[in-house]
C-alpha cells in the first residue's frame, strides 16, 4: 500500500492504573495499519485487549505509550486532536455489542439517526434532515414505521440496525465494530454481518471489525490480527493466515473453531497451545509479504 | 404421525430415559395464553447425545426446563406426557420432583457464575449436592468430590478444593458445575448452552471433557445450542426446533449431509464457515413469530421461500425419511414438487 493509510498505529500501550500496587496492561505495545477501503478483523480472546485497541484509537482512554495517526496526522497528540476534534467525531465511528446500551431509550429512531447529522451541521432544512434519515433506515433494511419507535420497542437485530444507520448516516472513514453480532442469534448475525458488507462496498469505508468468533472474522476481513495478551501475534491476509498459520496460538485457534461438519469433527485434532507460556516477549516482524509474527 | 409411532415401537424399550409424548407448554401473560412448546414427540436414550438446536425463543429452554419442572408459576403443561424410564412424572410434585432432579437429572445452565454460590468453596458446594441426595459420611463425601474434580480435569483437587469460585477462570467454573451435576450419577444432562460464554479454545476443551464424561459414565446429555459446530462436534442426534415444534430430527450425519427442511436449510446457509469464497451469506428473512397466537399453518411459511399454499393453512404432519430421520414440512408429501435442497455441505467445505 503506497498511500496513506487511513489509520497508523504504533506501538500502542495501555495501562489501567487500578491502585498503587495494582497495574492492568491491558495492550502492551502493538502496531498496524488500516488501509483505505480495508476491513479489518481483529480476534482474541476474552481479556486479549482487543475492546481496548477499539477505545483508545477513538480517544476514550488516553494513551500510555504509542502513537495513534488518522490520515496521516498524529491524533494521539492533544494539541493536534483538539485542532482537528470536530473532523475526527465525524470521521471515526464505533458500533458496540450491546446496542441497548448504546441507544437512547428516550430517543426515537428518527431522533437517534438525525443527532449526528445536526450536530455535524451535514443537513440545512429539515426536509433533508427527513429524506436523510429515511434513506438510512432503507439503507440498513427498516421500514418506515420504525421512525417513531423507542430502542426498547425494537428486538436486538433492530436495534443494531439503528446503531448502524446512526453510524453510517454521517458518511465516516472509518468505522470501528466492537463485537457487533456477538449478542445476535445465528439468522440474525448473517442479515447483519451481510448488511455490514453491502454497506462497506457501497460506500468504502474502512472498517476495523473486532470479534471473537474467528468463522465470521475469516468471512468478512480483508486482513486479519490475532491478539493474545495485550499482544498481537501474528497478522496477515485472511487467505495467507488461514492456510499458513505461524504462531502456535493461531494454529491452536484455528483449530479450535467448531465446524459444521460432524464426520470432521470427529476425526480432527485440536492443537492445544498453552497460554501461561507466553510473555509476549520477542520482536514483530514481517516473515513473508505482509504476513507479521511476534517471534 | 402414524408413522413415527410404529417407529417408536422398533425402538427398545429399555434404552429409552427420556420420553415427551406430545407435550405443549404454555405461559399465561396478561396479553394472553403463549404456547411455547407445541406439541413435541422426543426420545432420550441411555448414553446419547441429542442436541437441539434454534434461534432463540423457539422453545428449546423452556422444553428443558418443563422437564424438570423448573418453570415460573403461570406455565403449565397444557397436554401430554412426560415419561421417565417408564413412570409418567407429568402431575409429579414438587417434592417428588426434588428426589428426581440431581439423581435423574441435572443442568447446567450458560453463565457458571450464576450457578455457583460466590461466597462458598468450590469443594463444600459439590459435597453439598451429595449430601443432599445420599446418606455418606463427610469424609466419604470429601473423596467422592474429589474424585469428580478429578474426573473433570482440575489440577491439584486437594488444593483447589477449599477454593471459591472467583479464583478459578470462566471453562473452570463451568467445569465445578459440571462436577456438581454429576455429584450423584444423574442419568440425563441438560446442558443449556454450556460453553457459549466461554473461549474457543476453551469451549473445545469443555466439549471434548463431554464426549469423554459420556463415554466413561453412560450419562445421557440433551445439549441445547445455537452454534451449529458445537453440535457437529458433539451430537449423536440432531432436533431442530423452530416456534415451539421440532421441524426436523435425525442422526447428526443425516440433519448436516441430509437436511430436508427449509429452515434447516436456512439455518445452515446463514453459517459464514459454510459460504463460497467470494459469495454473500444467505440469510433467513424476517423473524420468528410470536408465539402469543401462532399462525394457523406452518409457522415458517412466512418465512419460507419454497412455502406452497397449503403451508399458509394446514400445519406438516411428521413425515419419515429413514427410522431415524423425520421433518415436518409440506415439501416432503408426495405432492409437492420435488425442490433440490440448495444447501449441500461436501467435501471442499472441510478445507481447515
Sequence with gaps: MTETPILEVRNLVQDFHINRKFTVKAVSGITFTVGKGEVFGLVGETGSGKSTVARSVIGVNRLTSGKIFFKGSEISDKAVYRQQKADLQKNMQIIFQDSAAALNPQMTVAQIIGEPLEINRLCKTKEELDRIIYENLQQVGLSEIYRDKYPGELSGGQRQRVAIARSIAIHPDLIIADEPIGSLDISIQAQIVTLFQELQKKHRFSFIFIAHDLSIIRFISDRIAVMLKGKIVEMADTQELFENPLHPYTKSLISSVPVPDPRYERVKKIIEYDTSVFTGEGDFKEVSQGHYLLN | ?352
Design chain 2, 1 to 352: 404421525m402414524t408413522v413415527i409411532h410404529e417407529s417408536r415401537r422398533n425402538e427398545s424399550e429399555m434404552d429409552v430415559l427420556l420420553h415427551l409424548e406430545n407435550l405443549s407448554l404454555s405461559f399465561d401473560t396478561p396479553e394472553g395464553e403463549v404456547q411455547a412448546v407445541r406439541g413435541v414427540d422426543l426420545t432420550v436414550k441411555k448414553g446419547e447425545i441429542l442436541a437441539i438446536v434454534g434461534e432463540s425463543g423457539c422453545g428449546k429452554t423452556v422444553m428443558c426446563q418443563s422437564v424438570m419442572k423448573l418453570l415460573p408459576g403461570n406455565a403449565r403443561i397444557a397436554s401430554g406426557k412426560i415419561i421417565v424410564d417408564g413412570t409418567d412424572i407429568t402431575n409429579y410434585s414438587e417434592k417428588e420432583m426434588r428426589s428426581l432432579r440431581g439423581t435423574t437429572f441435572s443442568m447446567i445452565f450458560q453463565d457458571p457464575m450464576a450457578t455457583l454460590n460466590p461466597t462458598m468453596p468450590i469443594g463444600k458446594q459439590i459435597t453439598e449436592a451429595i449430601h443432599q441426595h445420599r446418606n455418606v459420611s463427610n469424609d466419604e463425601a470429601k473423596s467422592r468430590a474429589l474424585e469428580l474434580l478429578e474426573l473433570i480435569g482440575i489440577e491439584d483437587p486437594v488444593h483447589r478444593y477449599d477454593l471459591q469460585p472467583h479464583f478459578f477462570s470462566g471453562g473452570m467454573r463451568q467445569r465445578c458445575v459440571l462436577a456438581i451435576a454429576l455429584a450423584s450419577n444423574p442419568k440425563i444432562i441438560f446442558a443449556d448452552e454450556p460453553t457459549t460464554a466461554l473461549d474457543v479454545t476453551v469451549q473445545a476443551k469443555m466439549l471434548n471433557l463431554l464426549l469423554e464424561i459420556r463415554d466413561k459414565t453412560g450419562v445421557a446429555i440433551v445439549f441445547v445450542s445455537h452454534d451449529l459446530g458445537v453440535v457437529a462436534r458433539i451430537a449423536d442426534r440432531v432436533a431442530v426446533m423452530y416456534a415451539g415444534k421440532i421441524v426436523e430430527i435425525g442422526t447428526v450425519e443425516e440433519i448436516f449431509y441430509d437436511p430436508r427442511h427449509p429452515y434447516t436449510w436456512g439455518l445452515m446457509q446463514a453459517l459464514p464457515s459454510l459460504a463460497k469464497d467470494g459469495q454473500p451469506l444467505k440469510s433467513i428473512p424476517g423473524m420468528p413469530p410470536v408465539l402469543l397466537k401462532p399462525p394457523k399453518g406452518d409457522a415458517f411459511a412466512e418465512r419460507n421461500e419454497y412455502a406452497m399454499k397449503i403451508d399458509y393453512e394446514l400445519m406438516p404432519p411428521m413425515f419419515q425419511i429413514t427410522p431415524t430421520h423425520n421433518a415436518a414440512t409440506w415439501l416432503l408429501d408426495e405432492r409437492a414438487p420435488k425442490i433440490q435442497s440448495p444447501f449441500c455441505l461436501n467435501q471442499e467445505n472441510k478445507n481447515q
